[in-house]
């Protein structure tokens, strides 16, 4: 299936997504995701459907698809106003005017209905042509949005006001301010609204506004002489030269060829510190270079860059909806038809039995029409999602689901793997021996099974004892957790790997890796790994918040046992074969939740199984694919960030979720009752969304760790 991902125009509220998604849905594609707060669309096409046929079904509903939008299709109406706040400014004036009337002194003109409907009726036909419009299709739909509220309330007055002006029953019929009111304000409660929510975007724009920037590029005229151009980033293809300097950004991913500098990649991992960069080394799109200048060949443009991979899961998870969503994406569905139900229900009531009078009965059914906020409910969680989100991928923290998010509030039990994780995976090799074969042999040997490997041991060894004299072998086999087995051309069975090959001869457990001939030790070699740096601090602070570290390794379990305690960690499971990883996993998980850090390949499985699987960033691209997870930094100083970014995330939604509903529960009795005019109504339905906004922002400012 095609997977399609679209930018879309015009989408306010949960209402709006679902609307979308249903109709998306309805037209037979596969799984579905809109996400409102940024207006991005996501689907796979099953192939019947045509884009151009979804594109100008979703145009039919009122928004437009960004970049779908061809001759032969309905083109969008032309449009007076650009914002709400164009709208607000363009209404404010009649609204003003209208409102003089109320003072203590009488403006005697204002006193005439037919002079106050002519004031009135600019602001009625922009909000009509905003909220009726977009009411009008919501219904058509079967989906009835907020528009709906607020439309059938300003009209309510407007058409009352009207009845009262042609039948000539006086000033006290006549509320052609509550009509214009009521639109004026919800157009700037909008307004402030879309700013807020934009606000949650904020992060996730600086990564993005650093995708198209200008490249020198590098050519070769037919004297072979060097000429450097300026082109746009996005004009670049894999294999193109350019130079890049001190100062500038690296405008698309790339290797170097020439030169070294120091790199400031803050932008995606959060660390400040510039890191050196030298020949061979790849430079990420959207870094800096704070000194230095090089020639590099650009390796990956557009779509396949990290950066670029970076948003789009950023984006894939803004999209996905946690378990807690579920229950307000359920209310939000029908909230509009039930407040329908309440003001027609207030209105009777008023009017019969608490004897309001028509008048009084009106305005009360009005104001609950505009007093209720289904945005609230539906911008709870998505705003909240977007400021964490925001906030991890500016520290370098990718998560693939929103769930995730969710799930760090349960964690009881970290399990960690050792090499690559809690140490650098950058080993050295300290001794070997062989009391059967002399050293070059010991060596040729070795690096001819290695370089078939992808361990971080082999990549030591193959760099160290490289050699051109290397055995063919008949057979060759990788056994991850294990080691690699080469059969040669005599029927020779070499194996090198850890204390898992070895464990039958019955040779003192205590090296890195042994050589095994015909299942016979014939020598072994010793490496060192340093520990990170961080990761007794990470240690330490999972303790202070009781939840329970665990090393798991296929390592033998002395070498294990003194990483564990010179960091802090008191359960070992070390000689763990992958299967058997999975299995300690399982069972742990079982217990309670629990989240696995790891970056090899053997690690995969577990990572998977885990409740919460997180990945390094130079990890291997099964074990990146498998976690939920990613740490960009390379290392794990931000596991803490990560787990106190997950649980306040999840705190901040309970809490717009809490407000939401609370909002909605006393406000709809207080407008019922008559405590509450139709315009301030408005003005508090609009500023609700602003509440939620701004609670959610703190996030980005909110000590996590």
């Known amino acids: 299936m095609e997977k399609v991902d679209w930018k879309v125009d015009g989408m306010d509220c949960t209402n709006c997504a679902l609307t979308i998604s249903k109709y998306l849905t309805k037209e037979g594609v596969k799984n579905v995701k809109v996400n409102f707060i940024g207006g991005d669309v996501s689907f796979e096409l099953n192939g019947n459907t045509p884009k151009e046929k979804l594109a100008k079904g979703i145009a039919d509903l009122g928004y437009t698809v960004v970049g779908e939008m061809h001759a032969d299709m309905a083109k969008p109406p032309f449009k007076l106003f650009a914002n709400h706040l164009q709208r607000f400014l363009f209404c404010l004036p009649f609204t003003t005017v209208l ?12 006193m005439n209905p037919y002079i106050q409907l002519a004031i009135c009726l600019p602001v009625y036909i922009v909000g009509m042509s905003y909220f009726g419009v977009s009411a009008v299709k919501s219904l058509r739909r079967g989906i009835p949005n907020m528009n709906v509220l607020i439309a059938i309330g300003a009209t309510a007055a407007f058409v009352y006001s009207l009845i009262g002006t042609l039948g000539n029953y006086g000033m006290d019929y006549v509320f052609y301010e509550t009509a214009a009111t009521i639109i004026t304000l919800v157009f700037l409660g909008e307004w402030v609204e879309h700013r807020s929510v934009a606000l949650t975007q904020k992060e996730l724009n600086k990564l993005a506004g650093q995708q198209k920037v200008m490249a020198n590029m590098i050519a070769f005229d037919d004297e072979h002489k060097e000429n450097i151009f ?15 300097k001190s100062g500038e950004q690296v405008p698309t991913d790339c290797k170097i060829l020439w030169g070294d500098a120091q790199v400031n990649e803050s932008l995606l991992t959060g660390e400040s510190v510039p890191v050196r960069k030298h020949k061979k080394d790849s430079l990420i799109g959207g ?25 789009n899961l950023v984006k894939q998870a803004q999209g996905e909806k946690p378990p807690i969503q579920q229950l307000a994406d359920k209310i939000s569905a029908i909230f509009v038809p039930v407040v329908l139900g309440i003001s027609v229900l207030t209105f009777l009531i008023n009017y019969f039995f608490v004897d309001a009078g028509i008048t009084h009965s009106l305005m009360r059914s009005i104001a609950v029409l505009v007093i209720s906020c289904p945005c609230a409910m539906g911008l709870a969680t998505p705003a909240a999602i977007a400021v964490g989100l925001g906030r991890a991928a500016k520290n370098g923290i990718l998560f693939r689901n929103a769930k995730s998010l969710e799930l760090f509030k349960d964690i009881q039990t970290v399990v960690f793997d050792k090499t690559g994780t809690l140490t650098k995976g950058e080993f050295v090799i300290t001794s070997f021996h062989s009391a059967v074969l002399p050293e070059e042999d010991f060596k040729r040997i070795i690096f001819s099974l290695e370089k078939y490997s992808n361990h971080p041991i082999a990549k030591v060894i193959t760099s160290n004892w490289k050699t051109n004299n290397t055995i063919s072998w008949k057979k060759v086999e990788e056994i991850k957790g294990v080691g690699v087995t080469g059969t040669d051309n005599e029927g020779n069975v070499y194996q090198l790997g850890n204390s898992n090959i070895e464990a039958s001869s019955g040779t003192e457990k205590s090296h890195t890796a042994y050589l095994v001939k015909n299942n016979q030790v014939i020598g072994w070699l010793d490496m060192e790994d340093e520990i990170r740096k961080e990761s007794k601090e990470v240690i330490d602070y999972l303790h202070s918040k009781n939840i329970t570290t665990i090393l798991l390794s296929g390592d033998g379990y002395e070498r294990c046992k003194r990483i564990a305690d010179a960091v802090g960690i008191d359960t070992v499971y070390a000689e763990k074969k992958p299967a058997e990883k999975l299995q300690v996993i399982e069972a742990l998980t079982k217990e309670h939740p629990t989240a696995m850090v790891g970056d090899g390949i053997n690690d995969a499985p577990a990572l998977a199984k885990a409740t ?10 099964l074990a990146m694919q498998t976690a939920q997870v990613v740490l960009m930094n390379k290392g794990i100083q931000h596991l803490p960030l990560a787990l106190g970014l997950g649980k306040h995330t999840f705190g901040t939604i309970k809490q717009n979720l809490f407000w939401a509903f609370i ?22 339905m609009g500023f609700s969304d602003v509440v939620l906004a701004i609670n959610s922002i703190k996030l980005n400012y909110k000590k996590v760790v």
């Open 230 to 244: 300026p082109v746009e980033n996005t004009q670049l293809r894999p294999g193109d030269l350019i130079l890049i």
């Open 663 to 684: 909002y909605n529960i006393v406000a709809i009795p207080i407008a019922a009752a008559g405590f509450l005019h139709p315009g301030i109504a408005a003005l508090a």
């Open 612 to 621: 919460i699987g997180i990945s390094m960033s130079d990890a291997s691209q």
């Open 99 to 110: 409102m003089l009337h109320m003072l203590p002194w009488h403006i005697h003109f204002l």
């Open 287 to 311: 870094s800096i270079l704070t000194d230095g200048t090089v020639k590099a060949q650009v390796t990956a443009t557009g779509k396949d860059t990290v950066l670029s991979n970076i948003l």
